[in-house]
């Protein structure tokens, strides 16, 4: 069965550093999502992709976040000065276009930034 | 804007009990609405949406638009159903489509 997959697994930085988390979505689909989930708290969506551009995106997707689909293939998100806060599960997900859409989750990549 | 909520943060109940999870959304348009599960150190996966009315796993969910909820059920629960369970509502316009999620609910089946 096809799935989102995503690395790196973990990811540890130091504040103020830059990070790339990359995703290669399921090859068909042609929406691309970032989430967030800070521990203990709920499912945050950041942003979404279609066409090679920006959809739509949330309060949290300021200006030090950015995503690219580079290759055709991979999905990344990169931030670009990470700050304590950015210490989040981050999850890409992607789907087919239509009124019934559903959403594949990758396993998501723990951000921790200390 | 949408809003989901899920009124219990933490649900426990014992194997074998009913299963009730509580979802209420608000949303100007027509809705789509989903369960995502997320079970111990596993990626979220769909578990049902309400427009193919199936049962998964036992669950049910069905969308009362009267009373915008989306409440999931299960009439007897097994221990392997303990995990975080979100709702979701599917939105889109202005060219643009995304999942609003609800803070999820954390549920534990005794033995």
């Known amino acids: 069965e096809p799935e989102v997959t995503q690395t790196p697994s973990h990811q540890v930085t130091q504040m103020g550093q830059e990070v790339i988390l990359r995703c290669v979505p399921i090859?068909?689909?042609?929406?691309f999502y970032w989430y967030r989930q800070i521990l203990g708290q709920k499912v945050e969506f950041l942003v979404s992709f279609y066409n090679n551009e920006i959809s739509e995106k949330s309060e949290i997707f300021d200006d030090q976040f950015s995503v690219e689909r580079p290759d055709g293939s991979n999905f990344t998100l990169k931030i670009r000065s990470t700050k304590l806060e950015d210490s989040a599960m981050y999850f890409c997900?992607?789907?087919?276009?239509?009124?019934?859409?559903?959403?594949?989750f990758g396993q998501g990549t723990r951000l921790t930034v200390v | 804007a949408q809003r989901v909520t899920q009124p219990e943060k933490l649900l426990s109940v014992f194997k074998g009990a009913p299963v009730e999870l509580k979802c209420n959304y608000s949303?100007?348009?027509?809705?789509?609405l989903f369960w995502y599960v997320q079970y111990s150190r596993q990626r979220l996966q769909l578990l049902l949406r309400?427009?193919s009315r199936e049962s998964i796993k036992g669950f049910t969910a069905d969308l009362n638009k009267g009373e915008t909820s989306f409440h999931l059920k299960k009439p007897f629960a097994q221990e392997e159903d303990s995990a975080m369970y979100y709702c979701a509502l599917f939105y889109s316009g202005g060219g643009a489509d995304g999942l609003t999620f609800g803070k999820g609910t954390h549920l534990i089946i005794q033995p």
């Open positions: 997900a992607s789907s087919e276009r239509g009124s019934n859409t559903e959403a594949f």
């Open positions: 090859s068909n689909h042609l929406y």
């Open positions: 949303y100007s348009g027509s809705p789509e």
């Open positions: 309400h427009i």
